[in-house]
């Protein structure tokens, strides 16, 4: 991949940063922000003419929103991107392996049980988390030798159970299953705190993602050429898993569940520009942030005021395309 | 398996029909026994009686004696208009009046053994949630289906209704009228032109209401605006709004009615990212409502339009 390349995808992103930003059920004036935007740069100094009213509303409330989304969508196409180089399964997604139905539980359970809005993230964080865990697991034991289809199998038990404690979880207390809907179909707060909270590991995983991309390319020549040329395919493909799985539980538990990123994103990629995970990867993440603050401005814009969860947005897009790369993957097999 | 659930159900099923059967000939005689010391004559109403409930028309052969409400605005209506000593069961979510008979039924997921379970010989609800009417309706129990309400006459109609089902026709027209006069007062008395804003919260999130429903109707009374009824009509009645629209819209008066749920107050709400500006909070309009009696169209729909005509006369003055 030439420079080249990724200096469009940036400059893609900026765009959606920058339409993210100026969109708004507010109606902020655009030249207002993209001066205030301005003033905020080292060394220039800008008048933006905004109240302070909509000042206040553009770096708390939509600044922060636009950064939680696009580091949200960034991670959950990334995740995605390591997932399918670790299955080599074109379909995975940062979902499969139990982490949305660990979430999905345990976000439920703490809005059940104790009730405290900021404790949700957090949990949610560890129920995506321990779905993971879980699945490995299991897939380790159960499987002999634990070969990557009995790991996907794995998740997909995993996953079901914990769909059915989730289910029976929210019998507690029916009248909160509207929070609880709310909070699976996703939804990108605006919240400095949150983004804050996301950053550490957002930084983490794409590191370690980011330095395994020559390793998954390797791997998805074979377990045996990897070990010819000197990868241990077993721990690759583990700090790959754990590194994906923190960046989706981070997202997951800042965004609630948001759908198909994780699969739309890499394809997209790859259609665009190869199959090489060394390029796959960074482009995932940078064409993951635009998509999700673009699908989080279609939410808070189509029905302005009201919003729309996002997943709503994400999968409306999702689904469609996941279909079509089902075909065209299928017509590809032998 | 499935047999023998079915006979079991049956065999519990049977029982109160039974029973039912039993009571609705001695019934003129049991009425006049059982409710000696509350003067039968004036407060007996007549039997057998039809009401028109949300699930058509509905006979109720003789004066009922086991009531079971699992709607909390139903159970406030039964006992406003006298019908409480007839109540033997309410479900999980009625916290009002305090000595209704509380029990662990749902409205939300009712249960028909459990709900049959407790012998009633008449079941008041608010939705048909998985097939519970006709479910109930084969074993014999008449059936109150009494939805939400989309107006204030709902209201009046369905206190009325269950005043004539449970033999309390005078006394429900009492609370009808009280209720009606103490209303028609406070929004008479209240400032109509001042064109004040406002926001009712549901939920943090944040949920609201628009003027199409029964509780965005009572601001309407006031001559209030309400914001959220800017939000299209696809997002239904009840919108989850943009926290920027809310920040940017600056009502004047902030009604909050998810203080019990979500811990919600002027407080929490200045805490909120870009919130803390909003002009209810420096001129504190900010009015915690409870949030069951916000969420029920029951009788204490005027203690809610007390609290609104309150804070209205005070953002006017």
Request: net charge neutral; aromatic share 6%; proline share 6%.
């Amino acid at each position: 991949m030439r420079p080249a390349g990724y200096l469009a995808a940036s400059a893609a992103l900026v765009a959606c940063l920058l339409a993210g930003l100026v969109a708004g059920a507010a109606g902020i004036p655009v030249k207002g922000v993209l001066l205030a935007l301005l003033d905020r740069l080292p060394l220039v100094s800008a008048d933006p003419g905004l109240s302070p009213v909509e000042y206040g509303l553009l770096f708390q409330l939509r600044v922060p929103r636009v950064l939680l989304a696009a580091l949200v969508g960034g991670m959950l196409a990334m995740a995605g991107a390591g997932y399918q180089g670790v299955f080599r399964n074109p379909l995975a997604d940062p979902y499969l392996l139990g982490a949305a139905a660990g979430a999905g539980f345990t976000a439920t359970l703490m809005i059940v049980l104790v009730d405290v809005d900021a404790l949700v993230p957090l949990a949610a964080f560890g129920g995506a988390a321990g779905g993971v865990l879980l699945a490995y697991a299991l897939g380790r034991t159960a499987g002999r030798g634990g070969g990557t289809a009995t790991l996907l199998l794995a998740g997909i038990a995993v996953s079901s159970f914990l769909s059915a404690l989730q289910a029976f979880a929210q019998q507690i207390k029916v009248d909160r299953l509207q929070r609880i809907y709310a909070w699976i179909l996703g939804g990108i707060g605006s919240d400095w705190s949150q983004v804050r909270m996301v950053l550490p590991y957002a930084a983490v995983s794409a590191a370690v993602l980011l330095a395994h991309g020559r390793v998954l390319d390797v791997l998805s020549v074979g377990d045996d050429e990897a070990s010819g040329l000197g990868v241990n395919a077993a721990r690759a493909r583990l700090v790959i898993l754990c590194a994906a799985s923190l960046a989706t539980a981070s997202a997951v538990a800042v965004g609630g569940l948001i759908g198909f990123v994780g699969v739309v994103v890499p394809h997209a990629v790859r259609r665009l520009a190869g199959g090489s995970y060394r390029v796959v990867l960074p482009l995932s993440l940078l064409a993951g942030a635009g998509f999700l603050v673009l699908a989080d401005l279609v939410a808070r814009t189509a029905l302005a005021p009201a919003e729309l969860p996002i997943g709503v947005v994400t999968a409306f897009v999702g689904a469609p395309f996941f279909v079509a790369v089902l075909r065209a993957t299928r017509t590809a097999d032998p | 398996m499935r047999l023998l659930r079915m006979a079991v159900a049956g065999l519990v099923l049977g029982l109160p029909v039974l029973a039912g059967c039993g009571a609705s000939d001695p019934a003129p005689a049991a009425s006049t026994a059982a409710p000696a010391p509350a003067s039968p004559a004036a407060t007996a109403g007549t039997f057998p009686v039809t009401v028109q409930a949300g699930n058509g028309a509905v006979t109720v052969a003789a004066r009922p004696s086991r009531v079971v409400s699992l709607s909390p605005s139903a159970t406030e209506m039964l006992f406003a208009v006298g019908a409480g000593p007839q109540v033997v069961a309410v479900d999980d979510q009625s916290t009002f009046p305090a000595e209704a008979p509380k029990t662990d039924l749902s409205g939300y997921k009712p249960n028909a053994e459990a709900i049959i379970a407790t012998k009633p010989d008449l079941v008041v609800l608010a939705n048909d949630t998985g097939g519970i009417v006709a479910a109930l309706g084969k074993v014999g129990v008449p059936v109150l289906l009494e939805p939400a309400a989309v107006k204030l006459d709902d209201s009046y109609d369905q206190m009325t209704d269950l005043g004539a089902a449970t033999g309390n026709t005078a006394k429900a027209q009492e609370a009808v009228t009280a209720m009606r006069q103490r209303i028609d007062t406070l929004t008479a008395a209240a400032p109509k032109d001042k064109k004040l804003t406002f926001y009712h919260e549901l939920d943090s999130t944040p949920y609201s209401v628009t003027s199409t429903t029964f509780i965005g109707q009572i601001y309407g009374l006031f001559g209030l605006v309400n914001i959220a009824d800017e939000a299209p009509d696809p997002a239904g009645g009840y919108p989850k709004l943009s926290g920027e629209f809310v920040v940017k819209a600056d009502p004047d008066l902030v009604f909050l009615a998810d203080t019990k749920c979500c811990g919600q107050n002027k407080e929490t709400l200045a805490k909120r990212p870009g919130w803390g500006g909003l002009s209810a909070i420096a001129k504190d309009q900010v009015v915690l409502l409870d949030d069951d009696i916000a969420s029920r169209w029951g009788p204490r729909v005027a203690d809610l339009i007390e609290t609104v005509g309150a804070a209205v006369a005070k953002a006017a003055a």
